[in-house]
């Protein structure tokens, strides 16, 4: 599918609610859970006039793109989009709302590095206490500090709920009034059928995304460089200290499997980066920037695989395709 030319948010949502109300003045609700919005997907009956101030630069999919080459049988939703020709070359049930775990953290580090500073010093609270069973911790005990760029590096490579509480206290004083932030920030992206609740992707019926919407987010994320750094990097080797100065080591590992050569690479494939999220809600996901042999570079979803190996089963099946 072909992108299209993009205006600023408030035009796009204007935009959008017209289409959705035959150009009514408002729109009451635009996390109706009961209903599917998908600001870029394309109606046959839209005329291109109407449907081009959309989106600039940004790959669209109203349908399930299939091909025949493509096996998609161990995951519940899949998205492969190109960003050097801004076409959407796979897609599966990209629109369909789902839990996106820790890729939730994506939107988290992106707003991070938008509104804090990398030296800052953050404090944690006694919010930092994550009680959800099987949740990944660093972990923080109230009073603990460390720099937002340490922090980042915990919560991107290392996947640490609590490091996500403390960041969303350090920029927006709560994690509510972060969550807030984060809606605000996925609708000026146009993922309107997005809905954060908290930073770090943890269990909640009313916290959702998609595999589109996740793209939408995770292409922004990636034109920051510190961003590309943290996705990127294997190991990091820093510090930290506890309400009485001591001192804490922190040596983090990259989680993402084809970094760490648990998982082959396609041939001609090189993963530059991602972000994986596993609950027992989400499943197992993963979000992925990559480039093949001729340097176009790609960026592709899976959401909801059964497990692990279905999850880099999956990621490979789509990454084949760009070969």
Known sequence: MKCISKLRALTVWCLLVSMLTG?????????????????????SQISTDCADPFASELCVAGEDILPASVDLSLAQAEGLFSLSDHQTLVAENIHE?????????????????????????????????????????????????????????????????????????YIAGSVEAFAELMNSEAKELGATNTHF????????????????????????????EKFLE?????EYNGTYSDRDGNVKELNLTNANSYLR????TPPGITVIGG?????KAAGSCLILLTANSAGNKYISVVLNAEDRANLYAEMSELLKYIT
């Open 275 to 279: 972000k994986t999220g596993t609950t």
């Open 97 to 169: 709302r789902m839990n996106p775990a820790s890729i939730t953290k994506v939107m988290t580090a992106l707003l991070a590095i938008k509104y804090g500073r990398l030296d800052d010093t953050m404090i944690a609270s006694k919010n930092v206490l994550i009680t959800e069973s099987g949740a990944q911790v660093l972990p923080l005990a109230e009073g603990d500090r460390m720099t937002l760029d340490a922090a980042l590096h915990a919560l991107m490579m290392y996947s640490a709920n609590d490091v996500a509480v403390m960041i969303a206290e």
């Open 23 to 43: 150009c009514q003045s408002s729109y009451e609700d635009p996390y109706d859970f009961n209903t599917t919005i998908a600001a870029f997907s394309l109606d």
């Open 197 to 224: 609740v908290n930073p770090n992707g943890l269990t909640d019926e009313e916290h959702f995304t998609t595999a589109y919407d996740l793209y939408l987010i995770f292409n922004e994320a990636i034109r920051s």
């Open 261 to 264: 050569g648990d998982v082959e």
């Open 230 to 234: 943290l996705i990127n990097v294997m």
